[in-house]
């Protein structure tokens, strides 16, 4: 299981869980599972997420592995100028 | 791509300052910008604006404007289909109003014809019939339950109810027990800010050419910083194949992310496939204040607590943002911006995205961090004013740090605050001596970096030359630092290889170019085509030595033998397996796709001194020094433009700069005699000191460095402010009649 911290607007959705725990060993299966089980989750995740793993912001990288042990920080989509 | 073995190498061109690849073009005028392109028969294109900030369009008659000689296409937004993405319908929506013109300025409908004469007469001949409507331009009264409604029904579903439709985004981060840790503190400060809406200010004017046959292909030259986004969001609005439609990039003249996005690239584009001619739209100076995408405007509340000797107990930021006439996610980047130079135990940060009747916010150096940063750097310098502490070594005591856990989420791995503030603290600038109405402010700044979808390809000529090729439009330097690169792992000299942007249609697909991305992103991509291409030169070795490949090395740009048991065979040089690459197999290129990670987060400091002149009330920057970690700088010179460059631009939106809206919501000052930004003579030399803390997320180091220079100036301008004339200013730009109104009410 992996622990993903949820950004505080979103925790309506996760029944005020700060953190809640998914089975997931990519980003990819972690979005996943995360829209599965946390279905007010899935409209953010489908306008866009980056996940923060152990530190580093990810974007649009599926197949990223996660550990069991991973820091993992669901974070809005990065944009720039 | 982590950080590899040869970045503790001595570099032989990565860190020097060869002359610019692009200087003679543009000192010479042969550089091609945006409008410098014709074309056989081509039309001149023109957009009829909204003069009314909001109104219904009843209808728009066209005839008498189709009358006209030499006229050849109208287009409305009746001539594009509903786009399937939100998304996109927006930025269709921008370009060409639907049904309500929703800021002055707003397209109406676009007019081509053989001559400027003819389509500018063409435009006074459209009758629209507006049916004028109650606007809103602030962003605190669009908040109001009872303000008139931009757009309805654009509220995503975690908006708190009770406010009005114009809220679209509601956003909260933050960790700890926020009570108790301003509980601990022996003072807690709240104060409001606000500030203005600042334009990125680029020189050059959005202007493009479109090109489309009756056989439905297209070619369209612009000025953008993202080919590849102009082409697939154009293609998606005309209902094309991505592949029909080649986009080629003009050379830009300037961006800072407001070119990120289209404006009149789908109207030209449709103009054209309408009259069956070449059609070329260059916007004035006043369309592109108008109708192009400034940065928000913010209202903003802070509070902070800390210890008489320093230490932040707490920190709260509401921060409100306008983003024009359309949802807009910035927001989101201020609240995650705002503390995250602090190493805090409890912090919280909530935001909400607000539509008003203003241009559409298009994205602006870090975009949304400067407002937050400068409302938290402000409070964090009122308190160290109020304890009497250096606001420096109240930084150090504060700052993030490897192992702190960020505002926004993350633990932070190898960050380089700290170092930045301590180059500040020894830096001779920090304990020169000040003169009567002068005073020294700071501030931390941060920003995100990003890498992103990147493709390169890398030939090997057979002269032994090298040619690049790359997709991202050059605004900061690109083409020196990705030349620079790639001759440094080729190892041949960097007059031997010249770097290209190509169209849509030569390369695979390139993010915009955003996001401090490029150098970083670009450059790493650079490298691993540079090792293909070294990889394929080593087996082509091989085989003329009739040996192993494995048994080969690439050193000082050639091959040779991995050891003496390899065999003993004098080396051959890039130039050398060149030559004879048609022999040996056909000629000779590396590539690299890739979706970019590790870019790594970015920290600065900056120290501004200024006089204030108590009679006038104007602020005069005296002495600047900026302190970035810019992990290694490929070429100083372009890490050190975009370190001054931020900073001037940041100073203009403190001192200056500002969107003026009259009561009737029409813009008042579009045009740069009435938005004053900072000129050379405005300005001191701003000193920038590069600390090269290798990010570990690339090959030889790189960091972005581009977004980070513009969030400090707002604060540390203020703070300056505030230490010089005894006022604290809380809302920017600190125009003249604004500090002299502070100073008297205090003096009063």
Redesign the interface.
């Known amino acids: 299981m992996v622990k993903v911290t949820i950004w505080g607007s979103l925790q309506s959705a996760t029944d005020g869980a700060e953190a809640v725990e998914v089975e997931a060993r990519t980003t990819r299966e972690l979005l996943d599972r995360l829209a599965e089980a946390y279905p007010g989750l899935k409209p953010q995740i489908e306008r866009g997420v980056s996940v923060a793993i152990d530190g580093e912001i990810y974007r649009d990288a599926w197949f990223t592995p996660i550990r069991a042990d991973s820091e993992v920080i669901l974070m809005p989509y990065m944009a720039g100028g | 791509m982590s950080l590899d073995e040869s970045s503790r190498r001595i570099f032989k061109i990565v860190g020097t300052r060869p002359v610019r690849p692009d200087g003679v073009d543009k000192v010479t005028g042969r550089a091609l910008y945006g409008a410098d392109m014709t074309a056989p028969g081509m039309l001149v294109g023109h957009i009829l604006r909204s003069p009314h900030a909001h109104a219904r369009i009843r209808s728009i008659d066209t005839a008498a404007a189709m009358a006209v000689d030499g006229v050849k296409a109208i287009v409305t937004a009746a001539d594009f289909a509903a786009a399937d993405d939100p998304d996109l319908q927006d930025i269709l929506d921008n370009c060409m109003a639907r049904g309500k013109a929703l800021y002055d300025g707003h397209a109406i409908a676009a007019v081509a014809a053989t001559t400027d004469k003819a389509a500018r007469l063409a435009l006074k001949l459209i009758a629209v019939d507006y049916d004028v409507l109650p606007h809103v331009t602030d962003v605190d009264d669009a908040m109001q339950p009872d303000a008139p409604v931009v757009q309805s029904g654009r509220a995503?579903?975690?908006v708190p109810p009770g406010l009005s439709e114009n809220v679209t985004t509601?956003?909260?981060?933050?960790?700890g027990d926020l009570e108790a840790g301003f509980a601990r503190a022996d003072k807690v400060i709240e104060r409001q800010f606000r500030t203005a809406a600042t334009h990125?200010g680029y020189i050059e004017p959005h202007a493009c050419l479109a090109t489309m046959g009756p056989d439905g292909k297209a070619d369209l030259w612009c000025c953008t910083q993202g080919q590849y986004m102009v082409r697939n969001t154009c293609a998606a609005l005309l209902g094309m194949d991505s592949s029909q439609l080649r986009v080629t990039a003009s050379e830009i003249g300037g961006g800072?992310?407001?070119k990120?996005t289209v404006f009149i690239e789908p109207v030209a584009l449709m103009l054209s496939k309408k009259s069956g001619r070449p059609v070329k739209i260059v916007m004035s100076r006043s369309e592109v204040f108008r109708a192009t995408g400034p940065t928000i405007s913010s209202s903003s509340d802070i509070k902070i607590g800390m210890t008489a000797d320093g230490r932040i107990t707490a920190g709260l930021a509401r921060l409100r943002y306008q983003g024009g006439a359309f949802p807009c996610?910035t927001v989101?980047?201020g609240a995650?911006s705002a503390f995250a130079a602090y190493d805090l135990d409890a912090v919280?940060t909530?935001g909400w995205s607000v539509m008003t009747n203003r241009p559409k916010e298009?994205?602006?150096?870090?975009?949304g961090a400067p407002m937050a940063i400068y409302a938290v750097e402000s409070v964090v310098d009122e308190l160290c004013q109020h304890f009497g502490l250096d606001p420096l070594d109240v930084r150090l005591k504060n700052a993030a740090r490897k192992g702190t856990r960020s505002s926004?989420?993350?633990?932070?791995?190898e960050i380089g605050l700290m170092a930045t503030l301590n180059a500040a603290k020894e830096h001779a600038h920090y304990s020169a001596p000040l003169g009567p109405n002068q005073g020294r402010g700071l501030s931390c700044g941060f920003?995100?970096?990003?890498g992103?979808?990147t493709c390169v390809s890398l030939n090997i000529n057979a002269d032994g030359t090298v040619g690049v090729t790359e997709g991202n439009p050059d605004i900061g330097g690109s083409r020196a630092s990705i030349g620079m690169m790639a001759a440094e792992e080729l190892g041949i000299p960097l007059d031997k290889v010249r770097t290209t942007v190509t169209d849509t249609n030569s390369l695979g697909y390139n993010d915009v170019t955003?996001?401090?991305?490029v150098t970083f992103a670009v450059g790493l991509a650079t490298i691993k085509a540079a090792r293909a291409a070294i990889d394929e030169m080593c087996r082509r070795a091989a085989l003329i030595w009739g040996i192993d490949e494995d048994a080969v090395v690439w050193e000082d740009g050639a091959a040779r033998p991995s050891g003496p048991n390899a065999g003993d065979f004098d080396p051959l040089s890039l130039a050398d397996i060149a030559a004879r690459s048609s022999e040996t197999g056909g000629p000779i290129a590396g590539h690299h796709e890739v979706?970019a990670?590790?870019?790594?987060v970015s920290f600065g400091v900056h120290l501004v001194d200024v006089e204030v002149d108590p009679e006038l009330g104007s602020v005069k920057v005296l002495r600047y020094s900026i302190f970035q970690d810019a992990g290694k700088a490929v070429h100083p010179s372009y890490v050190e433009g975009q370190m001054q460059g931020g900073a001037v631009q940041g100073i203009g939106w403190a001192l200056n700069e500002e969107y003026i809206y009259g009561d009737d919501g029409r813009l008042q000052n579009p045009g740069f005699l009435d938005y004053r930004v900072p000129v050379a003579s405005d300005l001191p030399m701003i000193e920038p000191v590069i600390l090269e803390i290798p990010n570990p997320?690339h090959p030889y180091g790189v960091r972005g460095v581009g977004?980070t220079p513009i969030v400090p100036p707002l604060a540390a301008i203020a703070n300056a402010v505030s230490r010089a004339a005894g006022v604290r200013l809380t809302e920017l730009p600190m125009s003249p009649p604004r500090v002299l109104k502070a100073i008297k009410a205090t003096s009063a």
């Open positions: 995503e579903e975690n509601y956003v909260a981060f933050g960790h990125q800072f992310g407001g990120t996610g989101s980047f995650q919280a909530e298009a994205a602006y150096r870090a975009p926004y989420g993350p633990t932070f791995n920003w995100f970096n990003f992103g979808d955003d996001g401090s991305r979706n990670d590790g870019a790594g997320g977004e």
